[in-house]
């Protein structure tokens, strides 16, 4: 999920007449239940309406997608000299040195991912980005990471899931106490939104539309889902906050 936002950047030469802009690249996580998901970046790109791809980094980078949850971001890219203009897509480019580690699980749990049939290894994004002469562009992506993973003839395979986060400011926040693992579920008729808890029970869902909610939480013990289920009606998401729904007990 991507959000696009321009802040103002000093010059060092007041009369310097500023013509490039700069575009920031960073990136979330929407956890999946696993302990681990590394993937190497090789490329990011951005497309200029009406112009082309435009490279703002080419440098590798290996990422933990699972460290990037409950609000953490990483910057990916950030390339100080970008033509002005209106950018449309993102592409990121991965290499074949992804791996896959499950919760509970060492070294001998750990799995190596293949792409894809519907993997190229390159994924786009659109976006709707203005980069202004002088100013910031910053973007917001979202990698899912429960839509991303999937089974294929007894295999787990990666097809990244990315999305753009419209509002990062708004969405829920929280705790769940009793459960070692944990989904939680948001949904009302036209909004359906999920993530798992981290290592200390806390979740975060960012990007969710303003309304009133069903929330529902089902537990798991030792890697089995069990009875334990809570749901918590009328909650409401209001724009431009976080909401503090506090500690869940199951």
Not at 159 to 180: L, M
Not at 216 to 232: N, Y
Request: aromatic share 6%; hydrophobic share 35%; with cysteine.
């Amino acid at each position: 999920m991507i959000v696009c936002a321009g802040f103002t950047m000093q010059s060092c030469k007041k009369d310097n007449k500023v013509s490039q802009g700069q575009m920031e690249v960073r990136m979330t996580d929407s956890p999946g239940d696993f302990a681990a998901l590394n993937v190497e970046l090789l490329k990011i790109e951005a497309y200029l309406e009406n112009s082309g791809w435009v490279t703002i980094n080419e440098s590798s980078q290996e990422v933990n997608i699972l460290d990037l949850t409950n609000g953490t971001e990483l910057v990916i890219a950030n390339n100080t000299n970008v033509q002005p203009g209106t950018y449309t897509k993102l592409k990121i480019t991965f290499s074949g040195k992804n791996s896959l580690t499950f919760n509970g699980a060492t070294g001998a749990n750990t799995v190596n991912l293949a792409f894809g049939s519907n993997f190229s290894g390159q994924v786009e994004v659109p976006i709707h980005c203005q980069v202004s002469a002088g100013l910031t562009s910053s973007i917001l992506l979202d990698f899912n990471v429960s839509s991303s993973i999937q089974q294929a003839g007894g295999t787990y395979v990666l097809n990244p899931a990315i999305a753009e986060i419209t509002d990062p400011n708004t969405g829920i926040q929280g705790q769940v106490s009793g459960a070692s693992q944990a989904v939680i579920s948001l949904s009302n008729s036209s909004y359906n939104g999920s993530a798992f808890i981290n290592s200390n029970g806390y979740f975060m869902i960012k990007g969710v539309p303003e309304g009133t909610y069903q929330m529902k939480v089902e537990a798991k013990a030792s890697g089995e889902l069990t009875a334990s289920e809570k749901s918590i009606q009328q909650v409401t998401i209001v724009k431009g906050q976080i909401k503090q729904i506090g500690s869940i007990q199951i």
